[in-house]
């Protein structure tokens, strides 16, 4: 069995929950590609990665404080939060647009640092500290914006919520015919937003020191702390970026939807929504597994499968029960090899 | 030619040739087709007319919230008008969904069936904005897409409701008649209310409060919210007769059977009442009127789904339709209760008693409905 302990095998073994995420995505959406009319066209591919934008960032958001072990109960709350706020600040001229931006994804990082101030000093346990917190950014969400609507921009919805083609057709940076520019000129924008900000801030902090003290907060907690590490400052840093993650998502639902909605039912829902994404996504409950790539991935299978119901015929009184079916099952594929096991501490060779 | 060459000549083309087929509706003057059922919103309502399309065509419904009896009964009532004879010729492929109250999935499905090539869409918003991408791509694709119920706030869009202002206006000047008859010209009214923050529970209120305002009566209105649920609503309004003893007349807008049943626990003399159109309460009211329970019902019917369905098909054909389509209140006093034909004593409490629009064709009952089991409308 020399090759069972080879470094490639044991990155698989390792993985083998984010890996099996992986081909699920590939292989549900590749059938639905299939099935769908106009299945692998570049306007199919935009919206689909449209109506995934909000929830990838939430589960991204939601994966770093279970890494530490804890739940973060107030992600949805802090997108409903940003979106009312983006709704009111993200309009004007560009530098206002801009300026906007930052306002909204600030506002999202520090009630993350609030809620990693809570935990640490306050002492409490993440799941009740962000339950309370979560309840106030619903509650200011709603100061914000009583009733649905405000305005964002509207080229900047439109440039933002489609491919790359219109993006520079709207704002004219140069002539978006050029030939040079045809073969991608397909690509959606949001797939980018994704793709820049997980590979941009996600991979970094994980290689930091902090980083890698949450990883350890989520293994064992009395061992990192034994090992000299920051443990207050990583658990912070957690909360910080699960926070400016659920700003990014609110930031985008505020694009997408050109008004802010308080929506409470919507932030409970896609709460519960993160935290089945990181689980499908392969990141154990208990910490120090996984990643905010896998919950990516993890997201991104839970919305294909609700995508087949609008292609195959399913009793509509019946679609809930389907979905919820094929979670667990998609859930129980990752829990496989822990039934296998004889040992549990087999699964970290 | 090279490749790329080739890809960007095509994507130019694919680029002109949707800037050319650019569309949607053009605004026309009135009258519209089929009056009688669809009746236009005011005299300032505009008319829109679509290019008109070779039928059969495919047509979806994307529900948002899913998992009280209003909606389950109004997807009931989709699935049959489907298969009803006036339309099922016209209809090629019918497909129901529901979202969830998740914007994003909303828009993304309606997106979806815009890009399988459907030809009308209706639905049900979980918000009043924010559809101004899907509105466009409609256009773009001459997709008829037909909000009801929950409507937008936009005039770009042929939309399907009933006029709540009215509705609270009429149930306010029917508790108000009732207690001129009774010789009453003072007193306190109970209001219960809604859902916060929703514009059906706004226009209502605003409705009940400005008929009694102008009354010119010493009325004092009390109001609570009872979430148009059943229990919230029998929690509330018991709490309110605890706290204020007595009330002349109670106006709900919904959850009419918790305002029964909380008058007949606090023993409560039956008072007039307007509310909503659950069978239970019109049982109520066909039991005790002659004890002074002078009701009222006017009811949001699960059935404005079946006429969203049937203007999207008329606009298909390219007929004139107004833009925001007033469908008349059902209304239903003591006086006009007719057991089997308006309201059911044989049939549970929870289901929306109307369901029919004789001027619309749609003549689907709720307890047809109701009493089919699934295995039926598959």
Request: charged share 15%; proline share 5%.
């Given at each position: 069995m020399r090759n069972a302990r080879s470094p490639l095998a044991a990155t698989i073994r390792q993985n083998s929950g984010f890996l099996g995420a992986i081909i699920l995505l590939l292989v549900l959406y590749l059938i639905y590609n299939l099935l769908h009319p106009r299945g692998f066209s570049a306007a199919l591919l935009i919206q689909n990665t449209n109506e995934s934008v909000a929830i990838v960032f939430l589960a991204m958001a939601q994966t770093v404080p279970v890494l530490l072990g804890g739940l973060d109960l107030s992600v949805g709350a802090i997108m409903t939060l940003t979106n009312c706020v983006a709704s009111v600040v993200v309009s004007g001229s560009p530098q206002q647009i801009l300026l906007g931006m930052v306002v909204t994804l600030a506002t999202g990082t520090a009630f993350g640092v609030a809620n990693g101030l809570i935990v640490v000093y306050g002492r409490l346990q993440p799941i009740i500290a962000t339950l309370a917190t979560g309840a106030i950014a619903v509650g200011l969400a709603l100061f914000i914006r009583p009733a649905p609507g405000g305005t964002v921009d509207d080229d900047i919805s439109w440039a933002l919520t489609n491919d790359l083609y219109e993006l520079v057709d709207t704002y004219g940076w140069f002539d978006a015919d050029a030939a040079w520019f045809s073969s991608f000129a397909w690509v959606p924008v949001p797939l980018l937003i994704v793709i820049v900000i997980a590979f941009g801030v996600w991979l970094p902090f994980k290689h930091t020191i902090t980083g890698r003290t949450v990883y350890a907060i989520g293994s064992a907690e009395g061992a990192a702390y034994m090992s000299g590490l920051n443990l207050d400052r990583a658990k912070i840093a957690a909360f910080t970026l699960a926070g400016f993650f659920a700003g990014c998502a609110g930031l985008y639902l505020a694009i997408q939807t050109s008004s802010g909605n308080a929506d409470i039912t919507q932030a409970g829902a896609y709460t519960l929504n993160s935290i089945a994404a990181v689980v499908v996504g392969g990141t154990s409950l208990l910490g120090g597994v996984g990643g905010a790539i896998a919950s990516l991935v993890g997201a991104l299978v839970l919305r294909v499968i609700s995508f087949y119901f609008r292609i195959v015929s399913i009793d509509p009184l019946l679609q809930p029960l389907v979905e919820g079916l094929v979670l667990l099952a998609a859930v129980s594929l990752g829990a496989f090899r822990t039934l296998r096991v004889k040992n549990q501490l087999a699964l970290f060779r | 030619m090279k490749l790329p060459t080739v890809i960007s000549a095509a994507f130019v083309g694919l680029m002109l040739s949707t800037s050319l087929s650019l569309a949607g509706p053009e605004v026309v003057s009135g009258p519209g087709a089929d009056p009688e059922c669809f009746a236009p919103w005011s005299a300032e309502t505009k008319y829109m007319q679509w290019p008109a399309k070779p039928g059969p065509y495919k047509i979806a419904v994307v529900n948002g919230f899913v998992g009280n009896g209003w909606r389950i009964q109004m997807i009931k009532t989709a699935k049959a008008f489907a298969e009803d004879p006036s339309i099922k010729d016209k209809i090629a492929e019918f497909k129901v969904v529901s979202t969830g109250t998740d914007a994003p999935a909303q828009l993304g499905a309606i997106e979806d069936f815009i890009n399988q090539?459907?030809?009308?869409?209706?639905?049900?918003?979980?918000?009043?904005?924010?559809?101004?991408?899907?509105?466009?791509?409609?256009?773009?694709?001459?997709?008829?897409?037909?909000?009801?119920?929950?409507?937008?706030?936009?005039?770009?869009?042929?939309?399907?409701?009933?006029?709540?202002?009215?509705?609270?206006?009429?149930?306010?000047?029917?508790?108000?008649?009732?207690?001129?008859?009774?010789?009453?010209?003072?007193?306190?009214?109970?209001?219960?209310?809604?859902?916060?923050?929703?514009?059906?529970?706004?226009?209502?209120?605003?409705?009940?409060?400005?008929?009694?305002?102008?009354?010119?009566?010493?009325?004092?209105?009390?109001?609570?919210?009872?979430?148009?649920?059943?229990?919230?609503?029998?929690?509330?309004?018991?709490?309110?007769?605890?706290?204020?003893g007595q009330f002349e007349a109670v106006v709900g807008q919904g959850g009419s059977n918790g305002v029964i049943q909380a008058l007949s626990d606090a023993g409560h003399p039956w008072v007039p009442v307007a509310g909503e159109s659950e069978n239970g309460y019109r049982k109520a009211i066909a039991k005790y009127s002659g004890e002074g329970l002078k009701g009222i019902s006017i009811g949001q019917s699960p059935g404005l789904v079946a006429i969203a369905m049937k203007a999207a098909v008329s606009a298909l054909e390219g007929n004139v339709m107004p833009q925001l389509i007033s469908v008349p209140l059902p209304v239903a006093t003591y006086k006009d209760l007719e057991d089997g034909k308006n309201y059911w004593s044989d049939l549970p409490d929870n289901f929306f008693t109307v369901n029919e629009f004789p001027p619309c064709g749609v003549n689907i009952s709720g307890p047809s409905i109701m009493a089919q089991t699934e295995a039926d409308l598959n």
């Amino acid at each position: 069995m020399r090759n069972a302990r080879s470094p490639l095998a044991a990155t698989i073994r390792q993985n083998s929950g984010f890996l099996g995420a992986i081909i699920l995505l590939l292989v549900l959406y590749l059938i639905y590609n299939l099935l769908h009319p106009r299945g692998f066209s570049a306007a199919l591919l935009i919206q689909n990665t449209n109506e995934s934008v909000a929830i990838v960032f939430l589960a991204m958001a939601q994966t770093v404080p279970v890494l530490l072990g804890g739940l973060d109960l107030s992600v949805g709350a802090i997108m409903t939060l940003t979106n009312c706020v983006a709704s009111v600040v993200v309009s004007g001229s560009p530098q206002q647009i801009l300026l906007g931006m930052v306002v909204t994804l600030a506002t999202g990082t520090a009630f993350g640092v609030a809620n990693g101030l809570i935990v640490v000093y306050g002492r409490l346990q993440p799941i009740i500290a962000t339950l309370a917190t979560g309840a106030i950014a619903v509650g200011l969400a709603l100061f914000i914006r009583p009733a649905p609507g405000g305005t964002v921009d509207d080229d900047i919805s439109w440039a933002l919520t489609n491919d790359l083609y219109e993006l520079v057709d709207t704002y004219g940076w140069f002539d978006a015919d050029a030939a040079w520019f045809s073969s991608f000129a397909w690509v959606p924008v949001p797939l980018l937003i994704v793709i820049v900000i997980a590979f941009g801030v996600w991979l970094p902090f994980k290689h930091t020191i902090t980083g890698r003290t949450v990883y350890a907060i989520g293994s064992a907690e009395g061992a990192a702390y034994m090992s000299g590490l920051n443990l207050d400052r990583a658990k912070i840093a957690a909360f910080t970026l699960a926070g400016f993650f659920a700003g990014c998502a609110g930031l985008y639902l505020a694009i997408q939807t050109s008004s802010g909605n308080a929506d409470i039912t919507q932030a409970g829902a896609y709460t519960l929504n993160s935290i089945a994404a990181v689980v499908v996504g392969g990141t154990s409950l208990l910490g120090g597994v996984g990643g905010a790539i896998a919950s990516l991935v993890g997201a991104l299978v839970l919305r294909v499968i609700s995508f087949y119901f609008r292609i195959v015929s399913i009793d509509p009184l019946l679609q809930p029960l389907v979905e919820g079916l094929v979670l667990l099952a998609a859930v129980s594929l990752g829990a496989f090899r822990t039934l296998r096991v004889k040992n549990q501490l087999a699964l970290f060779r | 030619m090279k490749l790329p060459t080739v890809i960007s000549a095509a994507f130019v083309g694919l680029m002109l040739s949707t800037s050319l087929s650019l569309a949607g509706p053009e605004v026309v003057s009135g009258p519209g087709a089929d009056p009688e059922c669809f009746a236009p919103w005011s005299a300032e309502t505009k008319y829109m007319q679509w290019p008109a399309k070779p039928g059969p065509y495919k047509i979806a419904v994307v529900n948002g919230f899913v998992g009280n009896g209003w909606r389950i009964q109004m997807i009931k009532t989709a699935k049959a008008f489907a298969e009803d004879p006036s339309i099922k010729d016209k209809i090629a492929e019918f497909k129901v969904v529901s979202t969830g109250t998740d914007a994003p999935a909303q828009l993304g499905a309606i997106e979806d069936f815009i890009n399988q090539g459907y030809d009308a869409i209706v639905t049900i918003a979980v918000a009043p904005d924010g559809f101004d991408r899907v509105i466009r791509l409609a256009d773009k694709n001459n997709v008829v897409l037909v909000p009801f119920d929950n409507v937008l706030d936009t005039d770009a869009v042929m939309q399907v409701n009933e006029d709540q202002l009215m509705m609270g206006r009429m149930w306010a000047q029917f508790a108000l008649d009732e207690l001129k008859a009774k010789g009453v010209t003072a007193g306190k009214i109970l209001e219960v209310r809604g859902l916060p923050g929703n514009s059906v529970d706004r226009d209502r209120s605003i409705g009940i409060n400005e008929t009694f305002k102008a009354d010119g009566g010493a009325w004092e209105i009390v109001s609570v919210v009872g979430n148009w649920d059943d229990g919230t609503t029998q929690k509330v309004v018991a709490d309110a007769i605890a706290v204020h003893g007595q009330f002349e007349a109670v106006v709900g807008q919904g959850g009419s059977n918790g305002v029964i049943q909380a008058l007949s626990d606090a023993g409560h003399p039956w008072v007039p009442v307007a509310g909503e159109s659950e069978n239970g309460y019109r049982k109520a009211i066909a039991k005790y009127s002659g004890e002074g329970l002078k009701g009222i019902s006017i009811g949001q019917s699960p059935g404005l789904v079946a006429i969203a369905m049937k203007a999207a098909v008329s606009a298909l054909e390219g007929n004139v339709m107004p833009q925001l389509i007033s469908v008349p209140l059902p209304v239903a006093t003591y006086k006009d209760l007719e057991d089997g034909k308006n309201y059911w004593s044989d049939l549970p409490d929870n289901f929306f008693t109307v369901n029919e629009f004789p001027p619309c064709g749609v003549n689907i009952s709720g307890p047809s409905i109701m009493a089919q089991t699934e295995a039926d409308l598959n």
